[in-house]
């Protein structure tokens, strides 16, 4: 653990030293503020619901922009070779990476709270969804991110990181709105490997095993499957 903590320290400096973490966290926030804002106003709802419900389409495109850097960069820079030679394995360096990642979000996310507070100052809140959805976001960021750092090892290009953890996360987003193509024999199936529904089950306060465990299962194979690249790698 204290060399995954060591690679998280340096990680989470990391993402406050480049323009592109700050370019995120400006669109992230404009978007979010948008959709947040136009039910406020236009409907005149005193809710978190549209925020929590765009957030897994917006997280799909975010979230793979957060970790493109991760791996790619180092291996551009052949910074990744001396990384190997630290007396340090490699699932830490995948978990202290995933984790320097998600803690970031997580401060990203942090900025909208205010958007719960403004909403109860001037209507009646319920704050059970609003706890819900902010814990199911940080489930859903932390399987995005893991999807992001696998994405991140497969190749040096971080536009290339960017577009296949991109795709993997819109894909795995937009399984539930793509049910009426698949065979019914299979539906079950298809039907529980889509991210928005276990996000939309835990923003309305609904804790589940099953929303838990494929989140946590996502998670675990992704951060599997990019401690296996990297030994491939080398």
């Known amino acids: 653990m204290s060399g995954a903590l060591t690679v998280f320290r340096k990680e989470l400096r990391g993402f406050f030293f480049s323009p592109i973490a700050y370019i995120v966290i400006t669109t992230f926030l404009l978007l979010s503020g948008w959709f947040f804002f136009s039910t406020f106003f236009l409907y005149n709802q005193a809710e978190l619901r549209n925020f929590f419900g765009q957030l897994p389409i917006i997280f799909a495109f975010i979230v793979p922009a957060v970790t493109m850097r991760l791996f790619s960069e180092e291996l ?45 100052l001037l209507g009646d809140l319920d704050w059970g969804p609003v706890f819900g959805g902010y814990f199911g976001a940080l489930l859903l960021a932390g399987a995005y991110a893991g999807i992001g750092l696998f994405a991140s090892s497969l190749t040096k290009n971080q536009i290339v990181a960017f577009i296949i ?13 793509m049910l009426f193509f698949v065979p019914e024999s299979v539906l079950a199936v298809f039907a529980y490997l889509g991210s928005t529904t276990h996000f939309q089950n835990i923003s309305r306060g609904i804790i589940d095993t099953r929303d838990l465990l494929y989140f946590f299962s996502i998670i675990f194979l992704a951060l599997y499957a990019t401690t296996f690249v990297l030994k491939e790698k080398k």
């Open 76 to 120: 551009n820079s052949g910074s990744f070779e001396l990384l190997s030679t630290l007396p340090i394995t490699d699932s830490s360096i995948v978990i202290g990476k995933f984790l320097a990642a998600l803690i970031f979000i997580a401060l990203m996310l942090l900025p909208t709270i205010a958007y719960a507070f403004s909403a109860a």
């Open 165 to 177: 953890g991109m795709a993997i996360c819109f894909m795995l987003t937009i399984f539930d709105r």
